[in-house]
């Protein structure tokens, strides 16, 4: 594919609350019970598409989530972990240090963006056990910068105006 365009038209792509495109590729049919005595799915994974200057907006999640870079430009993946801030670079270029899978372990505060804000990356995640919105928390950027205030600037790009 040449372009962001092509592939969302391509892939059935939707935009995505925290910032992209997305589609849910698969839902595992068996489910379990988590400790907090929620049901959810095995695992689950998704097509997801960032072009330019979109982000994928500070959010976390009660599951660890996979991502694998498939094609475009190189991607950051931004995680707050123990108070710090841990980019992993995910990309086809190996020597560079780019990764072409990383994890997201659950509970993480974590965002993605291209690289150099230019062109497009589409990449899938897995979640497991699986992805269900009623998991999902978009950080709100006061709260985040109360907790992390050394980390206010970045914060203040990963995060949308309150």
Known sequence: MSSAQAIIEKLHLLPHPEGGYYRETYRA??????????????????????????????????????????QGQALEVVLIQNGQLVTIVLGNDLAA??????????????????????GFALV????????????????????????FPHLQAVIEQFTRHA
Not at 34 to 50: C, D, Q
Request: hydrophobic share 45%; net charge negative.
């Open 29 to 70: 049919a068996t489910s379990l019970v988590m400790a907090t005595g929620a049901s959810r799915h095995v695992s689950t994974a998704i097509h997801y598409l960032l072009e330019g200057a979109d982000k994928s907006h500070f959010h976390r999640i009660q599951s660890d989530e996979l991502w694998f870079f498939h």
């Open 124 to 147: 899938s995640c897995t979640v497991a056990p699986g992805f269900d919105f009623r998991d999902f928390e978009l950080a709100e950027r006061a709260a985040l910068v109360q907790e």
């Open 97 to 118: 240090g780019e990764a072409p899978q990383a994890v997201v372990p659950a509970h993480t505060w974590f965002g993605a963006r291209l690289k150099n804000e230019t």
